[in-house]
């Protein structure tokens, strides 16, 4: 069980790292990859719903301690997000399919940069921050939209060549 744990915390490591000192500093279109944001759609659509909500909690906190911004802006944006993408996968998106997939990676593109951009505003406006996000932030949520679709179209692509988890399953009588 602790074997879990520590691989658990490293692969949290790993996918936070790879996000903030490799793609952060690449071209435009690289950037706008969100890693973190690509494993939790995952985690929610293969694993236990515990993990997403663990990754998600252990992933905002770690991008707030790297951020300027005030302290919970990204715990609670990953944390509202990981809820969202659970509600929506259990009560409309059982099938396992490519689209349901890509749907769930777009809502959780959306609810992600709304929540982020909602309590950034509202920090702005109390006067916590002084960022504001401009009009150059809908050219970051479309590219990460698109960027979001190729990943999890090429993830699902993967999964499905090399596993069973995603094949659909017949029952015969």
């Known amino acids: ?5 520590i691989i658990f915390i490293l692969i949290i490591l790993l996918v936070f790292i790879v996000q903030n000192a490799f793609l952060d500093n ?7 990859f969100n890693l973190l944001l690509i494993t939790l759609v995952l985690l929610v659509d293969l694993a236990d719903f515990k993990l997403a909500l663990w990754f998600s909690l ?7 301690t790297y951020s300027s911004l005030p302290f919970g802006i ?6 509202l997000t990981a809820i969202v993408l659970k509600f929506l996968f259990f009560n409309f998106f059982t099938n396992r399919s490519l689209y ?3 749907i769930l990676g777009l809502v959780a593109v959306l609810v992600y940069q709304g929540g982020f951009l909602l309590l950034s505003s509202l920090f702005y406006l109390l006067g916590f921050s002084d960022f504001l996000a401009g009009w150059s932030f809908i050219w970051l949520i479309s590219a990460q939209l698109v960027n ?3 990943v999890l179209t090429v993830s699902f692509w993967l999964i499905n060549k090399l596993s ?4 659909p399953i017949f029952l015969k009588s």
């Open 58 to 64: 252990v992933g905002g906190f770690l991008l707030d």
């Open 26 to 32: 690449l071209s435009f279109f690289f950037f706008s």
């Open 1 to 5: 069980m602790n074997y879990k744990i």
């Open 148 to 150: 979001m679709t190729i």
């Open 100 to 102: 349901s997939l890509i």
């Open 74 to 79: 990204f715990l609670l944006t990953l944390f």
């Open 164 to 167: 069973k988890f995603f094949k």
